[in-house]
């Protein structure tokens, strides 16, 4: 990725759409990486375990972010007030915006929903290109919306740099590319994009990226390739 672009690194503990068992154990390992944010899923961690990640990785010099993957409005509600009380810094994902901004009304938290139509668990997008840059661009223009967690490679059947370009042109605030990432290649594609980050979870986990399978030496290589514009 010489000569290209830079692009932030949200490194998730999580596998498969779930908080790892082991998350608050990993955290130590991270504040030495370069790593600067760090997520968690709202699914596999407990509002009490969700505090301790962010007190750990805060100690650690880390910013946290949770991503919300529950399918009902209920849970999500749950999910947003676990983060104000766990004292997350962003909250990404989520598909009901009405029931979560007021939940989130007050505090510094950076808000980013989905955009376009996100069905299931693991989650996975659908829709036109342009129906989710519509989606966007209504998103980002609402108060107390900060930015985008954008599906990108969660998508059947969307050219990637197209469908990432095209959300980043419309949207009035940083578009984070999560899920299914797990090559370089991948992140130069979203880097060329504008994409202003993106997210690794379970390809680390799973050994998949260079250092492997030492978790934080694959956090320093992905690290080492996000910043090399």
Known sequence: MAGGPMINFVFMLTHRD?????ALEQVAALGSTGLRYLGFKDVGATPARQREICAAARAAGLATMLEVV????????????????????????GTHPD?????????DIRYCPFPGRVVGHPSVLEGTVEEITRSAAELTARDGVYGLDLLAYRHAGADVAKLTASVVAAARGPVIAAGSVS????????AEAGAW?????????????????????????????????
């Open 99 to 107: 029931r979560v901004l007021p939940v989130l009304r007050g505090t």
């Open 183 to 190: 090559a370089a290649a991948q992140i130069r594609v979203l």
């Open 18 to 22: 779930r908080t790892v068992d082991d």
């Open 70 to 93: 529950s399918v009902s409005a209920a849970d999500e509600v749950a999910s947003a007030e676990s983060a104000v009380a766990a004292g997350v810094d962003w909250v990404l994902g």
């Open 197 to 229: 980050g993106f997210t690794i979870g379970s390809a680390i986990f799973d050994g998949l990226l260079p250092g492997a399978p030492g978790v934080a030496a694959q956090v320093r290589e992905v690290l080492a390739v996000a910043e090399s514009g």
